[in-house]
């Protein structure tokens, strides 16, 4: 399966824009982009194409290829979005912006609880732990100590473990990418 | 030695942690080759990688050269200098300059600012930027990957 990550994510950064406020939304563009082309498109397949290649080949590996529950992917996708300060991964969402994966669906709520209340009774504890590894995994990751863990093994395999680390590198590298640019606060104003 | 108890068929540690997604392994690997090929200056890449490693506690980061930044003139003396610098005359105004940069992209990447970026970016093409800020991209989130799966250098892989 091969994903359109570049209309994907401008789908998914357009809908944002009303949601922001001010100052976000006029965060720089930290490059020129020529008249009439969309700053994300121009980024991503135009100033160097030899690697943009390959990083879709990569995204691919990593959205296409995944075995884990969506929610649990999803917890650590936003933890990232949040951490990085990406718009458009903010507003990403896998069930509508990955194409094998439609047929499972998430409400809206179970993402507006990821926003400081994740003693919600809507997540499992699979799901607490994604969110929690992926802040550690950007944040702090020496702080992942024994007690943690402890409740990354009792609730996860291994394999789940590696995905999820995988998943997570994966996202913060796209993440920051948009980021440090500014397309994603300048794609979300189109 | 990595904590994982499952691993795949592989000569190396490393090969055998990213043989469980070889997929995603793979994909990362060409990646990082087309990173280095294309690159104009390995040797400036590479000395931002290992700052991002040591900054993430990657040994097998810190342990791993690549050939082609070897091939451009890497030295040993300088890799050892890197702690120093911001102060060292082992670095060139341009290698503070990234290295700075990569530091705050590794740490905290929203509180970059339009100063840390123009300090780069007006030293180099769009191109040379965006390729520098992918690279930077891998080298943060495959030494937090190797650092936290603990993935141990062998023997081969060391300098």
């Given at each position: ?10 789908n998914a ?8 406020g001010?100052?976000?939304?006029e965060r720089?563009l930290?490059i020129?982009?020529?008249d ?22 990569l995204?691919?590996a ?6 884990l ?5 999803e917890a650590a996708?936003?933890?990232i ?13 896998s069930?509508r912006?990955i ?5 499972e669906?998430i409400?809206?709520e ?9 003693d919600?009774?809507g ?8 969110y ?11 702080s992942m ?10 609730a996860?395999?291994d394999?789940?473990?590696?995905e999820l680390?995988?998943?997570t590198?994966?996202?913060m590298f796209?993440?920051?990418m948009?980021r ?8 979300c104003?189109? | 030695?990595t904590?994982l108890?499952?691993?795949?068929p592989g ?6 942690v ?15 080759n ?13 000395l ?5 490693a040591?900054?993430h506690?990657s040994?097998w980061?810190l342990?791993?050269?690549?050939a ?8 040993e003396d ?11 005359p082992?670095?060139?105004d341009?290698?503070r ?6 530091e ?7 509180g970059?600012t ?13 191109p040379e ?9 891998m080298?943060d ?5 190797r ?10 892989e060391g300098?």
């Amino acid at each position: 399966m091969t994903i359109d990550t570049t209309t994907n994510v401008v789908n998914a950064a357009t809908s944002l824009s009303s949601k922001l406020g001010a100052a976000e939304l006029e965060r720089p563009l930290r490059i020129s982009v020529p008249d009439g082309v969309e700053p994300m498109q121009h980024l991503l397949t135009s100033s160097v194409p030899h690697l943009m290649d390959k990083v879709t080949a990569l995204s691919n590996a990593v959205y296409g290829t995944s075995t884990l529950p969506l929610r649990e992917f999803e917890a650590a996708r936003v933890r990232i979005a949040q951490v990085n300060g990406c718009l458009v991964c903010q507003n990403w969402r896998s069930a509508r912006d990955i194409p094998n994966r439609r047929h499972e669906q998430i409400p809206e709520e179970w993402y507006e609880h990821l926003d400081g209340d994740l003693d919600w009774d809507g997540y499992t504890e699979r799901e607490r732990l994604a969110y929690e590894f992926a802040g550690r995994f950007a944040e702090d990751h020496h702080s992942m100590d024994d007690e943690f863990w402890t409740r990354m093994h009792t609730a996860f395999s291994d394999d789940e473990i590696v995905e999820l680390t995988v998943c997570t590198g994966a996202w913060m590298f796209s993440g920051r990418m948009l980021r440090v640019f500014g397309v994603d606060a300048a794609t979300c104003r189109i | 030695m990595t904590w994982l108890t499952e691993t795949a068929p592989g000569p190396t540690e490393h090969d055998r942690v990213l043989g469980l997604r070889p997929a995603a392994a793979e994909r990362s690997a060409e990646l990082f080759n087309e990173i280095y090929s294309s690159a104009a200056d390995p040797v400036l890449l590479e000395l931002c990688r290992l700052r991002i490693a040591t900054l993430h506690g990657s040994r097998w980061d810190l342990a791993y050269r690549y050939a082609s930044a070897v091939a451009a003139g890497l030295s040993e003396d300088v890799v050892q200098a890197l702690p120093s610098y911001p102060t060292s005359p082992l670095f060139s105004d341009q290698q503070r300059r990234c290295l700075g940069f990569a530091e705050q992209y590794a740490m905290d990447v929203q509180g970059l600012t339009d100063q840390d970026f123009a300090q780069v970016a007006d030293t180099m093409s769009v191109p040379e930027m965006t390729a520098f800020t992918f690279a930077l991209g891998m080298f943060d989130g495959m030494a937090r990957f190797r650092a936290i799966l603990d993935i141990e250098p062998d023997q081969s892989e060391g300098v």
